[in-house]
């Protein structure tokens, strides 16, 4: 039986606590109640007392009006999704449930306990969250199929198995298979190393045609970023917080995550310094604290920083005040960039190509790779390599005349071969 709630803050409130339960994070519930509080803005100008399916499809319309879902923005799918989310609750008590890409990974088993050993070794070199996942599902789909294979043991793996495995995987995603032939690679070298196999069978795994097409990094001219940062209106709360979020990517080249997790005592003033380990490497990285940074920081903390006890620097503005997410820095990127006017074309638009502009900034004033590489927190100057390809002044110095060609080159045999 469905529920029925006195008030439309008793509905939100239990709402919420279910949202809590599933495991959503407090921005996500957060996110969500700002959406519901529209509704409930929605519903006292027009003098409704009860939420119905009608009066969220009626603030749908009066909000989105009818326009196809495929040309809203992602902030309004998000928002629609929050609406609906809300009177499905109402009517059945659940919610709209996350699709899961992925089955649970359970690894039992002499080889399941060797796959997990294999990306336990892989956490402590410090792989990314998302890269030992890879790891965990690719070896896991390998698992299971060399238990329908009756091959529960190293020692009875063999290269049959493995050639029927290999010469049948992902035959219609190139990319994914490339990285899944890879990873099993890894760790058929890995179990010869600590002697569980007889023979190395990495040898085994046959090579593919993949042919990964490098991407130039995202950037933005000065003039560009010069228009994007004006654009930010100033005067307000929200319009301090994006400047010094931009301003924190485009100056220092720091990274979203770090920009979300940043405290008060990574800032070291009387140093005129930031000093912090990045969330992505775990190393640490000290930046200048700039004039421009300092002062801009300074206007946020004292002008537009909810009060709050929190030892994060930035805050969300609205309640609950929390610290924001490295999501959130990137949407605030996107949203200034998008709404300045500034050409887009085919560049992505969000918090890292701020960071890609500061380093071609670097380039063009002649700064040495290695000193890029440590200001951006690169653990190897190699990753900075990638910025090389963006320094058109230089290549230009690289390029080469092409040789005349002589005439006789072309009436060679009469000049068949060009007619």
Avoid at 147 to 157: D, P
Avoid at 177 to 190: D, M, N, P, T, V
Avoid at 269 to 295: A, C, M, R
Avoid at 339 to 349: A, L, M, N, Q, T
Wanted: charged letters at 25%.
């Amino acid at each position: 039986m469905t529920k029925v709630y006195r008030s439309y803050g008793a509905l939100t409130k239990a709402a919420s606590g279910y949202l809590k339960d599933i495991g959503r994070s407090e921005s996500t519930i957060s996110m969500y109640n700002w959406i519901w509080g529209r509704i409930k803005k929605y519903m006292d100008i027009n003098k409704i007392v009860h939420c119905s399916s009608t009066t969220v499809a009626d603030y749908i319309n009066a909000t989105y009006g009818l326009r196809p879902i495929p040309s809203l923005t992602h902030h309004e799918k998000h928002s629609l999704r929050c609406a609906l989310c809300l009177i499905q609750f109402a009517e059945t008590g659940r919610m709209i449930e996350v699709i899961r890409r992925r089955e649970c990974v359970v690894l039992s088993g002499e080889i399941g306990n060797e796959i997990a050993a294999y990306v336990e070794s892989k956490r402590k070199l410090r792989l990314n969250v998302k890269t030992l996942h890879s790891y965990s599902y690719y070896l896991y789909q390998f698992l299971k199929y060399l238990n329908a294979s009756e091959i529960h043991a190293c020692n009875t793996i063999s290269s049959l198995a493995l050639m029927k495995y290999t010469s049948n995987l992902l035959p219609e995603a190139a990319g994914a298979k490339h990285l899944a032939l890879s990873i099993i690679k890894g760790f058929l070298r890995y179990l010869y190393e600590q002697n569980k196999t007889a023979r190395d069978f990495s040898v085994i795994v046959p090579k593919d045609n993949y042919k990964k097409q490098p991407k130039l990094p995202s950037t933005y001219t000065k003039d560009e970023v010069r228009t994007i940062l004006n654009s930010i209106d100033r005067s307000t709360a929200l319009g301090k917080r994006d400047y010094a979020l931009l301003i924190l990517a485009v100056r220092l080249g720091m990274r979203a995550s770090d920009i979300s997790r940043l405290k008060f005592e990574n800032i070291r003033w009387t140093e005129n310094s930031i000093s912090f380990n990045q969330f992505k490497t775990n190393e640490k990285v000290v930046l200048p604290l700039t004039t421009d940074v300092g002062e801009t920081l300074i206007d946020y903390i004292k002008y537009a920083r909810p009060t709050s006890n929190d030892a994060h620097v930035f805050l969300e503005k609205q309640f609950p005040v929390i610290p924001i997410s490295a999501k959130r820095v990137s949407l605030t990127a996107s949203r200034n960039i998008t709404k300045s006017g500034v050409f887009i074309g085919e560049r992505k638009h969000g918090s890292h190509a701020l960071r890609h502009t500061m380093a071609s900034f670097l380039l063009e004033q002649k700064t040495p790779l290695p000193v890029i590489s440590e200001l951006l927190g690169h653990a190897s100057t190699q990753t900075s390599m990638c910025y090389l390809r963006i320094d058109m002044e230089s290549l230009r110095q690289c390029a080469m005349e092409v040789p005349v060609v002589s005439e006789a080159f072309y009436t060679q045999k009469g000049g068949a071969f060009y007619e």
